[in-house]
């Protein structure tokens, strides 16, 4: 147990100094990006194409309906590019997925969920791979990065009706942030040992003279962006367990560091914004504290081993690969659920009730430390904004955060914004054990592990689908008329929903002036500050799924 111990805070201590390293470089890098009033040539080829002035600010309203609309285009193109897969070059011999599976993953990818209900390897070939989803790793991610960039400019001093412009943010994410930084991602994954081929289906004799079929394909290429944009939709169904994914501890760490490091870096991206670092520090701190709280938990929880099957093995190793361990795992389980990920080096169904528990929790909590590229830092500021308003409520003063007045119409956007998630997951969850029919399906054909661990398995993919993640446990068998169409629904929601009220609230901030700092004024860069964005965190999002969770993994492993 000690020497577990040891290589739990060897490995949490290197990802923790290669995020320290990257936060300066990495966030004064974004802030320079979203900053300059520089275009790139190539920048200007496109929006000459697409007939946009690059130089026209947007009002809140009008970037909101860029949003809506790209979005919207996008989920009809990839809905279009699967249903048309049989006629495609490199399409391997396979048909069109069913109607409501296809636009399950069309809304999937483009609202950076990436939950796959169906084998990748054997459902889709290379064309609607690269085409479609590679495409909506790199769009989706520039998305969140765009609304969360929109929402720091609207705490300009200086009061104006205009977020900067969409099409130039969504331009410059991808071009200058995601695809150098994918680039670099998929050699160093190639070098480590993921394949990248377009060798297709494989047959070989095993040793035991069976035929058995072996899919390759451009894994590495798809694998860097899937990270680094914390997409996690994964090239095959074992996604990151599999070794052609993940071969060995190293890239498995190195996995890790990638799906954090645009969201660890992005508080430094918001101070550079707003003129003042102190801001960003305290948020990254928050950030930092609940996720290395969450890490612990879990792997307490899975090196404990608590339950029948764990004590008679000796560990908790059912669904967890022997190359990564027990630690490897929690680390990379803890990470994919705090952030929108949802990629898995191990099966979160196989962890023990509590630790299972932690990745549902790290979920529910909003994905806020750190979150998902853009989204996590969005959802963090929401936070803030609530834990001002609680603040100011303690001594009697009009709230305030950075110098915008927090009234009535802000405080309802946030305020909606924190229950807009869990009731989707609750409703969701509810409705697929109380309506008639549905309920049968459920239990009939989607549920494998009855009782309590089944009633688990459906709250965490409403768990995981309304806030984004992708991530399952995977004893669910998701791929019914139902569950493809519910779970869609609470996706698109989740995702826009939010977003047009984090747009709807930076609108009203840009309108204000920004107001000077008096004696009364709550220092919003100190660490006291950092303890109640905690402290508010756990208790607006956590508490809200405490009854659920006290059916689900608590009940269990207790």
């Known amino acids: 147990m000690t020497e577990q111990w040891a290589v739990f805070a060897a490995q949490l201590g290197l990802l923790a100094l290669v995020l320290l390293l990257a936060y300066r470089p990495l966030g004064d890098y974004m802030a320079a990006v979203y900053s300059s009033s520089r275009h790139l040539r190539v920048e200007r080829w496109i929006y000459r194409a697409i007939g946009v002035d690059a130089d026209a600010e947007q009002s809140s309203r009008v970037y909101t309906r860029s949003v809506l609309v790209f979005s919207a285009v996008s989920i009809a193109t990839l809905y279009l590019l699967q249903q048309t897969q049989q006629w495609l070059p490199y399409s391997l011999g396979l048909g069109a997925p069913s109607e409501h599976l296809s636009l399950n993953t069309a809304i999937s990818f483009v609202t950076n969920t990436n939950w796959q209900s169906y084998s990748p390897e054997f459902t889709l070939g290379y064309s609607v791979q690269a085409l479609g989803l590679v495409v909506q790793n790199f769009m989706s991610a520039a998305v969140g990065l765009a609304v969360a960039v929109a929402l720091f400019r609207a705490f300009a001093p200086v009061a104006r009706d205009a977020l900067g412009n969409f099409w130039v943010d969504l331009t410059r994410g991808t071009l200058r942030i995601l695809l150098p930084g994918s680039v670099i991602a998929a050699i160093v994954l190639l070098l480590g040992g993921v394949i990248q081929n377009l060798s297709g289906f494989i047959d070989v004799t095993t040793i035991t003279g069976a035929t058995q079929t072996i899919p390759g394909g451009p894994v590495a290429s798809q694998e860097a962006i899937k990270l680094f944009g914390t997409n996690g939709g994964g090239f095959f169904n074992a996604n990151s367990a599999h070794p052609f994914e993940n071969p060995t501890a190293w890239t498995s760490l190195i996995e890790i560091a990638l799906f954090l490091l645009i969201p660890f870096s992005l508080p430094r991206t918001f101070g550079r914004l707003v003129g003042d670092i102190r801001q960003g ?57 705090l952030t929108s990920t949802g990629s898995v080096n191990s099966m979160h169904d196989s962890y023990t009730a509590l630790g299972g528990g ?61 229950v807009v998630t869990p009731a989707l997951v609750l409703i969701g969850t509810a409705l697929s054990f109380t309506l008639p029919g549905v309920r049968d399906e459920v239990f009939s054909t989607s549920i494998l592990n009855p009782g309590i661990h089944g009633y688990g398995e459906v709250l965490y993919a409403f768990t995981s689908a309304a806030n984004n993640n992708g991530s399952a446990f995977a004893g669910l068998t998701a791929n019914t008329v139902w569950l493809n169409l519910a779970l869609g629904a609470v996706m698109l929601l989740g995702r826009f929903v939010p977003i047009v009220l984090v747009l709807a609230l930076a609108g009203s901030l840009a309108r204000q002036t920004a107001v000077p700092a008096s004696a009364g004024t709550l220092p919003t860069h100190r660490l006291a500050f950092t303890g109640l964005l905690i402290g508010t965190a756990l208790i607006v999002s956590a508490l809200t799924y405490f009854p659920a969770l006290a059916l689900g993994p608590l009940a269990e492993g207790l």
């Open 358 to 418: 932690v990745a549902m929790l790290n979920m529910m909590l909003g994905e806020i430390a750190p979150g998902g590229v853009g989204a996590g830092m969005y959802g963090m500021l929401v936070v803030a904004i609530v834990a001002v308003f609680i603040a100011g409520l303690m001594v009697g003063r009009t709230p305030e955060y950075l110098g915008k007045r927090l009234g009535p119409r802000e405080m309802t956007l946030a305020s909606v914004y924190i």
């Open 281 to 337: 520090r305290a948020i990254v701190g928050a950030m930092a504290i609940i996720a290395t709280v969450a890490v612990t938990l879990m792997t307490v929880a899975e090196l404990a081993g608590s339950g029948s099957a764990p004590l008679a093995a000796g560990a908790a190793l059912e669904g967890k690969e022997t190359r990564f361990g027990i630690v490897g795992s929690t680390l990379y389980a803890a990470g994919t659920t």
